[in-house]
């Protein structure tokens, strides 16, 4: 698959397809699963998790290809990629949370 970014130059294709297939992976392994546990119907939780999909895959695209720019790559330090790892985790832990947080309410009510 050859993909251009918008200067035209080419892009690696591999990142954006890893997050595509990651992103299908988590929005249809755990979106209808969640929304079927608040009582949503089977077709509305599966076109949730479609548009929840979508939108990664815009993300994706936008920052892995459309404005990708290979000519900038260069070393990154390691305290920087130490620190967006670390911010990387914090986020996902705090949207587990968040996800968890209204499962334990409905348990505890």
């Known amino acids: ?5 918008r200067w035209g130059s080419q892009v690696d294709a591999v990142p ?6 990651t992103g299908l992976a ?4 755990f979106g209808p699963v969640y929304l079927l546990t608040f009582g949503v119907a089977v077709p509305s939780a599966l076109a949730a998790s479609t548009g929840a999909y979508a939108l990664v895959i815009v993300g994706a695209y936008y920052r892995l290809v459309w404005t990708y720019r290979p ?3 260069s070393e990154v330090p390691v305290w920087l990629r130490f620190r967006r790892l670390l911010l990387a985790m ?3 832990v705090g ?3 968040l996800l968890a947080l ?5 348990r505890l009510g």
């Not at 698959?1 to 970014?5: A, I, T």
């Open 1 to 5: 698959m050859r993909l251009e970014n």
């Open 16 to 21: 954006f397809a890893v997050v595509a297939l």
């Open 26 to 29: 988590t929005c249809y392994s």
């Open 71 to 73: 000519e900038h790559r």
């Open 90 to 92: 914090m986020t996902a």
């Open 95 to 97: 949207l587990l949370a």
């Open 102 to 106: 209204p499962l334990l309410v409905d």
